[in-house]
């Protein structure tokens, strides 16, 4: 019978709710339990794929196509389990759902109301298409005294009792701020935070206290006595030095001691912590690094590219080098400015991303990563990117760009259908922008004794895709005479899905994500391969 965890946060928002919870999994399956994380979003977008990244962060795309939250990225990440549709879902998404009962006449002529269709629907999900896991770490969203999130903790408040207090817990994640001026550390905010929790009838069974500094007994003492939990079950967080090193933490402050003791498991095999502690030391402790230029229109948040930059990472971690990443603004990029801003990477990566702005500083770039024979790597619009800068430099094409951009020139990138008329085609015409791309795994066949087939040792691959345009196969032989190879194709031959430059140290664009499938233990091997690559350019420098 599984047992069920709900994770709320309290007094501000980015506390690391998705952080603790993927680290509680990772500690729980550790000492031998199955265990599942989902995210229960309060915001009425159906899914954060319409959402601008600057105020959402990334979009993490699964297997089975859903768009969901980034800290999806982090559960599959430190669990090593893929995420699906089932895993993520918001208020636009319930509510989209209900009202389409409602107009179909499913709820027999009754008033449709939050209580009890809304929190139905919530609980619904909590619980649907649970198998043989013994715990559901479900995440909430936003923070307490939000009005959005009331819905869904009446809900978890309801499915508590539905299940018994035996099977479901509480942890609430509190900030205690330090205040320079007097000295101390101040616990009224959680007090405040557990006082509005306990208002919708949630009693938090453990509190996680997120500080920059220790939290004396005291104050700990202070927390435990009014927000009326055991002194054993408040829990520090301080400030880590790299996100992998929170599993480590969370196991020395005890909490998935406090979790199993809570629903009465004995005698339970203790975590190996190695990996963790093996992974931390690499990335703390690596004595070479690696400078990687990321050119793109999001840099200014650091949440916009999150599985980007621990991809990277873990790029680093197989070859024991730490990479520094240089964020560049695309949008400011000239073409004057380039070398002066990139001489001192040894890798230039151009991220996915949509629409006009800041293209051409990306294009820019790419151009002088092709002409000095830096390390390059496009993802999705990365590699179209790459295509446009080939067309109009290699194939003298002036005009060549994508038909996202408008009608006005010669697209090499475009949608399907502008190039094959009257056969099926992938979405992406529809007037509705959410869901409509090519969203989730897709096959792709690699060329023979391609730089591609060696980095992956296969002929076939599965990579997750999220992106409406793709590059025009029409050119294909025009850019191989040239030395830009089509080295990856979509089984049936008519998408290019990866793009890689003779006589270059390392010129590849890819159509997917790779990073969504990148791991601290298991690296995807196209960053592996791109930061070998940006390793032995800089030691050539």
């Given amino acids: 019978m599984a047992r069920y965890i709900f994770v709320t946060g309290g007094v501000v928002s980015s506390l690391g709710k998705g952080l603790s919870s993927a680290s509680l999994a990772s500690l729980l399956q550790l000492r031998g339990f199955k265990v599942r994380v989902r995210k229960l979003d309060p915001y ?18 699964t297997d089975d196509g859903a768009e969901t939250d980034l800290d999806i990225g982090h559960y599959e990440r430190f669990t090593g389990i893929s995420a ?22 499913d709820y027999l002529g009754g008033t449709v109301q939050v209580v009890p269709h809304v929190t139905d629907r919530i609980k619904k999900f909590i619980s649907h298409n649970v198998k043989n896991e013994d715990f559901i770490i479900c995440e909430i969203g936003g923070t307490v005294g939000d009005i959005e999130s009331l819905p869904f903790l009446e809900a978890i408040r309801q499915f508590s009792n539905d299940k018994g207090k035996k099977n479901s817990l509480f942890i609430h994640l509190t900030l205690v701020p330090y205040l320079k001026a007097s000295g101390e550390l101040k616990t009224k905010p959680t007090q405040h935070s557990v006082k509005e929790l306990r208002s919708l009838g949630i009693q938090p069974d453990i509190i996680i206290c997120r500080s920059e500094k220790k939290i004396p007994i005291g104050e700990r003492k202070k927390i435990s006595l009014f927000c009326n939990v055991p002194i054993d079950n408040v829990i520090e967080t301080v400030d880590v030095r790299t996100i992998y090193e929170a599993p480590i933490s969370f ?18 095999k203790l975590p190996n912590l190695t990996k963790w502690k093996n992974i931390t030391s690499k990335v703390l402790s690596s004595r070479k690094d690696v400078n990687i230029g990321i050119i793109g229109k999001y840099v200014n948040l650091k949440d916009a590219y999150k599985s980007l930059d621990e991809a990277l990472t873990h790029g680093g971690i197989s070859n024991n080098l730490k990479v520094n990443l240089k964020r560049v603004d695309s949008e400011n990029l000239r073409v004057d400015d380039v070398k002066s801003l990139l001489k001192n990477v040894s890798g230039v990566l151009i991220p996915g991303g949509f629409g006009k702005r800041g293209s051409e500083g990306k294009i820019a770039a790419i151009k002088y990563a092709r002409l000095n024979n830096i390390p390059f790597f496009g993802i999705c619009f990365g590699m179209q990117m790459a295509v446009i800068e080939a067309a109009r430099n290699l194939l003298n094409i002036k005009d060549a760009s994508t038909s996202e951009f408008g009608n006005n020139c010669t697209p090499v990138v475009g949608l399907l259908e ?57 050119y294909k032989n025009e850019f191989e005479k040239k030395g830009l190879i089509f080295s990856a194709m979509s089984p049936d031959g008519t998408l290019p899905e990866i793009i890689e430059l003779k006589n270059h140290p390392w010129f590849i664009g890819v159509q997917f994500h790779p990073e969504f499938k990148s791991r601290p233990f298991t690296p995807h091997p196209l960053f592996s391969s791109f930061i070998k690559a940006a390793g032995k350019r800089k030691g050539m420098n």
């Fill in 418 to 474: 502008e190039w094959q008329k009257g056969k099926k085609t992938i979405k992406g015409t529809n007037k509705d922008l959410g869901g409509t791309m090519r969203l989730g795994l897709y096959d792709a066949i690699l060329r023979n004794n391609s730089l591609i087939s060696k980095i992956y040792s296969a002929k076939k691959i599965k990579e997750r895709h999220r992106h409406r345009y793709e590059v025009n196969v029409k």
């Fill in 251 to 268: 196991h020395k402050e005890k909490l998935d001691e406090r979790v199993l003791s809570y629903f009465g498991f004995k005698n339970k």
């Fill in 84 to 105: 699906t549709q089932s895993d993520n879902i918001t208020t636009g998404g319930i509510y989209s759902d209900i009202i389409k009962k409602e107009r179909k006449g």
């Fill in 44 to 61: 009425l977008n159906v899914d954060p794929g319409t959402m601008n990244p600057f105020q959402h962060g990334e979009v993490f795309v």
